[in-house]
């Protein structure tokens, strides 16, 4: 079988990029310390891991934190963070016509992480996630980044037993039941093999986390959970479960977990197995998002009724019953006669827009007014 170190690698190969649609807003010289400035640069894909130019900050469902250079002081008191649905509308930029308008962001936050892999939006600024090699064990760990502004950053729960315990992957976060739920995958086991499986923690104010036990017949003993959301349906995070057995043999499900609160978890739905033996690319869902209407939307890769690999979409108006759209369409096959896989999707003005690649070396790009027809 694969080791969490396979599933690591695997991991690496995938690229997701993710942006705020807010202009960054001018900094007080003299609140905070001057942004270390760094090239320009045009994102494309990458073969090992997708990081992005993050921002973020931390949340609390008791405390505020605001962060000024390396030091934390509490703020002021805020509302615990409800699963509401978020806005379906934000002023965008005329990012195409300023193609200066972005720049790495080089801290001394950023040193040691090997990928960032989910932002989101809090009432109090901005929440990333993602994981690094870990320095004591050699095991990864997960990282917790923040930031008021998106140039000044601050890492959070360095130290936190729940972020560096054995094995550690955070691959999506979003605000919703105590304040912020971040998922992925990881093992309590400090050995040097482990079976990684899916993965919840949680945290109030985005510094103490709690991680969820292990239990197999919610979280299986083998996947990970690629993505989260909050929505009226509760907190919804998808991925895959893999089935135990023969190791050249990668038995995939699709799968969808429910919360209504973080803390208490369902599996609720599991697609059509099949073997992801062959593939090249990260197989079952990869993102998940939501119409106006409150159509789930998750994508990913799955195969097709030939046996190929294919870009995968599924929607559902409750989290607990999905449909996957037309497997054979054409719009989800390979144009190089590879594998295809939706690495991300998301609602704008015109619809729905997922991106992803074609065998690992092309981009590409699907639009879908409301989720159920697709064009590339």
Do not use: K
């Amino acid at each position: 079988m694969l080791t969490v170190d396979d599933r690591l690698r695997a991991a690496a190969t995938e690229v997701r990029e993710y942006t705020t649609d807010l202009p960054l807003p001018e900094l007080d010289p003299t609140l905070r310390p001057a942004p270390e400035q760094g090239p320009t640069v045009r994102r494309g894909l990458v073969a090992l891991v997708a990081a992005a130019v993050i921002m973020l900050i931390a949340i609390g469902g008791v405390a505020l934190w605001t962060f000024t250079g390396d030091e934390e002081s509490v703020a002021t008191t805020v509302p615990p963070t409800t699963t509401t649905t978020p806005p379906t509308t934000t002023a965008v930029p005329d990012l195409i016509n300023l193609p200066d308008a972005w720049q790495r962001v080089e801290t001394s936050a950023m040193a040691s992480q090997f990928g960032l892999f989910d932002i989101t939006e809090t009432p109090s600024g901005l929440v990333a996630v993602g994981f690094d090699p870990g320095e004591q064990d050699s095991r990864q760990n997960g990282v917790v980044l923040a930031s008021s502004d998106g140039v000044n950053w601050n890492r959070l729960a360095g130290d936190d037993p729940a972020m560096n315990q054995g094995t550690v992957a955070l691959y999506g976060v979003t605000a919703g039941g105590p304040g912020l739920v971040a998922v992925g995958l990881g093992c309590d086991d400090v050995e040097e093999l482990c079976m990684a499986h899916p993965m919840v923690w949680t945290s109030t104010d985005g510094v103490a986390w709690s991680r969820s036990s292990e239990d197999p017949n919610v979280f299986g003993t083998w996947g990970g959970m690629e993505d989260v959301i909050s929505s009226e349906h509760g907190i919804v995070a998808v991925g895959n479960s893999f089935a135990e057995g023969d190791p050249q043999s990668l038995l995939v499900r699709p799968t969808v977990w429910l919360s209504a609160d973080g803390a208490e978890w369902e599996r609720a739905w599991s697609g059509e197995e099949f073997d992801g033996a062959d593939a090249t690319l990260g197989t079952g869902f990869s993102s998940i998002t939501r119409n106006p209407d409150g159509l789930l939307v998750g994508v990913g890769m799955a195969t097709d009724s030939q046996g190929d690999f294919v870009a995968a979409v599924w929607t559902s108006t409750d989290g607990r019953t999905w449909e996957r759209i037309d497997p054979d369409s054409p719009a989800f096959a390979s144009q190089t006669d590879s594998d295809v896989v939706m690495q991300d999707v998301a609602w704008g003005p015109g619809g729905l827009v997922a991106v992803g690649t074609d065998g690992g070396a092309s981009v590409a790009i699907w639009h879908s007014p409301d989720g159920l027809t697709w064009t590339r």
